[in-house]
């Protein structure tokens, strides 16, 4: 068996936009800043973004290459104790693959609804009561929503197929298309919502610096937290795109390029949400603060309340809203559900076809007998905020510790991607990796501890099921250490590398 590589860097790095940018780049970035100093949380967020976001992608650009395996071989390969690393971010990596599904699936059926403007004058109730059937409790499981379900089995087939077809023709080829279309379609998008009465107040409530906001931690941290999730570091997903690589290719100037064009679209959303959230409030008299702003109620409420009332080109508007969050969603999706598939192949010598089958489809399983329920938006909400605020946090904070510190790689490292990057990386990348990025993770880490503990209103769904958040985000560390003890002794088979 032969391992694959990229067709072209390009392809490398659309594969890499595609899974950066996705829904945190359209429903979280415009809320986190809006709420964190509006235009003056653009200085945290690029400080964070060249001190933190880039440095631990050139780390997971180079491991990736460098050791030619996805994370738990890659890790191995680092160090045979390292392992363990590896199958921690897999299995967060396979949480988080469960109920992205899901997500993408709604959005699909928005994109229909929007024609017809199917959720009617209350898309509120229309989407808790009758969408998704919410029953606002944690084990109603039982009752399963055909609509919901078909279109996450649509979700996951696309992905397997691809997925299956190959790094090359299919993940390559789809990210060719996607990536080019996501950007014409937000693109109108954006242009559209621009025209509209109030897009202006809109855009002044986003942009209007509150230059205070800079002077408290908490604002830095969350410009670092959304760097983090918006690059998809810290579990496994830029480490085993790396790995296809040819030796030759440019580390470093990839890994600006991917984190810029990543961030250039989080601030392209802000501008399209926060005018079309200008033009409701603008319409309905209620302040953007008092809408909602982010997340599944700006998607899934705001968004419709918006396509309601719009003047012109409302089914138009909302088509593109919606296959927007679909297309980046899905692209993420695929490099989500790439890391566990590799790792198999890799790790055991198992052909893609049947790591894709084993392996995606038990997920898929699990993801449409659990998601398409009553209970369904419950598990998302509760899965989401335990993975993103403590499973990716911790690991990637291990992963960088024992790289630079533990182990000390960073040297080796940084003579892998010096040898073959025009932009060459030296004492500032180690302080950014090695010390600056830690501590940030560190501070990330205690403060959603501390919220967590204290109760925050709002949050008490939370509190509530802290049980099984904290199940979750043990068990992933849990099966890392688990998959690594029992594979100690077994040796990594022999996998050729494409000749390049
Ligand atoms: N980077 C993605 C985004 O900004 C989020 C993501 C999380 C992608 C986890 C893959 C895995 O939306
Ligand atoms: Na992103």
């Known amino acids: 068996m032969v391992r ?31 709420e964190n100093g509006g235009g003056a949380f653009l200085v945290p967020y690029l400080v964070a973004l060249t001190t933190a976001g880039i440095p631990l992608l050139i780390m997971e650009f180079t491991i990736g290459r460098r050791y030619k395996g996805s994370a738990p071989v890659a890790f191995r390969r680092v160090n045979r104790n390292a392992e363990a690393i590896g199958w921690w971010q897999v299995a967060i990596s396979i949480v988080i693959a469960v109920y992205y599904a899901a997500i993408i699936a709604w959005a699909g059926w928005y994109g229909w609804f929007s024609i017809s403007q199917q959720w009617g004058e209350d898309p509120s109730t229309f989407l808790i009561a009758d969408f998704l059937q919410d029953s606002g409790g944690f084990g109603d499981f039982g009752s399963w929503l055909p609509d919901i379900g078909i279109a996450m089995l649509a979700v996951w087939a696309f992905t397997l197929v691809v997925i299956g077809a190959g790094v090359k023709k299919g993940i390559e080829t789809t990210s060719k298309v996607f990536i080019p279309l996501l950007l014409v379609m937000f693109g109108i998008l954006v242009v559209q919502a621009l025209t509209l009465d109030g897009a202006v107040e809109g855009l002044n409530a986003f942009f209007t610096p509150d230059w205070e906001a800079v002077r408290e931690p908490g604002v830095w941290l969350a410009a670092y937290g959304q760097i983090f999730f ?27 390029t991917v984190g810029f064009a990543n961030s250039s679209f989080e601030i392209l959303a802000g501008i399209g949400v926060f005018a079309a959230l200008g033009f409701i409030a603008f319409e309905s008299g209620v302040p953007i603060a008092e809408q909602s702003y982010a997340g599944v109620g700006l998607a899934f409420i705001a968004f419709p309340t918006i396509i309601n009332t719009l003047p012109y080109l409302a089914g138009l508007f909302g088509v593109l809203f919606f296959a927007s969050l679909v297309v980046a969603g ?49 598990f998302l909400d509760v899965t989401d905020y335990f993975i993103n605020q403590f499973g990716i946090v911790v690991a990637a904070l291990v992963s960088i510790v024992v790289t630079v510190w533990v182990l000390w790689r960073w040297k080796e490292l940084r003579d892998d991607a010096n040898a073959t990057s025009t932009f ?41 099921y802290q049980a099984f958040g904290w199940a979750l985000a043990g068990g992933a560390l849990a099966f890392g250490v688990v998959m690594a003890l029992i594979l100690r002794r077994r040796d990594v088979p022999a996998i050729e590398t494409e000749e390049e």
């Open 4 to 34: 694959e590589n990229w067709g072209s860097r390009l392809g490398f790095i659309l594969a890499a936009i595609g899974s950066a940018v996705g829904l945190g780049n359209i429903w979280r970035f415009p809320g986190v800043a809006y």
């Open 230 to 256: 918006s690059l998809s570091i810290g579990f496994g997903i830029m480490i085993t795109y790396a790995s296809y690589l040819k030796h030759k290719s440019d580390i470093t100037t990839s890994a600006f």
């Open 330 to 378: 899905w692209t993420s999706m695929v490099s989500i559900v790439q890391v566990p598939v590799a790792a198999m192949e890799d790790r055991f010598g198992w052909g893609r076809v049947k790591a894709t089958a084993v392996v995606g489809g038990a997920m898929a399983v699990v993801s449409l007998v659990l998601l398409p329920t009553a209970s369904g938006l419950m």
């Open 424 to 464: 060459k990386v030296g004492p500032i990348w180690f302080v950014c990796l090695g010390v600056i990025t830690p501590v940030m993770l560190a501070g990330i880490l205690y403060l959603n501890v501390r919220d967590l503990l204290d109760a925050v209103p709002g949050r008490e769904v939370y509190n509530q």
